[in-house]
């Protein structure tokens, strides 16, 4: 995978963190991690500890995004795959 398209992706996986009033009334979210030993977990770039945060309403909701999540960007090349983790989590 190239750097620009490792980069697109992390940059997407950025937008998942909402604004912490918004969070507030949600429960149900997903968490977005790197994988370990996934070389933008180094230091000098995003770190290990690395995540983004989205948060849903219902339960249904947040299933949908994590199904749409897992599927297979259409801008990414036959084969490829993100290389994130995704979690549901709740509060």
């Given at each position: ?56 309403t ?30 549901k989590?709740?509060?």
């Amino acid at each position: 995978m190239k750097l620009g398209d490792k980069i697109k992706q992390v940059s997407d996986a950025l937008e998942f963190t909402a604004l912490s009033t918004e969070n507030s009334v949600r429960q149900f979210g997903i968490r977005v991690s790197l994988p370990e030993n996934d070389p933008l977990a180094a230091a000098h770039l995003l770190g290990d500890d690395w995540a983004g945060e989205r948060w849903y309403t219902t339960s249904e909701e947040r299933d949908r995004a994590f199904n749409s999540m897992q599927t297979q960007p259409p801008y990414y090349r036959q084969g490829d795959a993100p290389s994130i983790v995704l979690e549901k989590i709740e509060r």
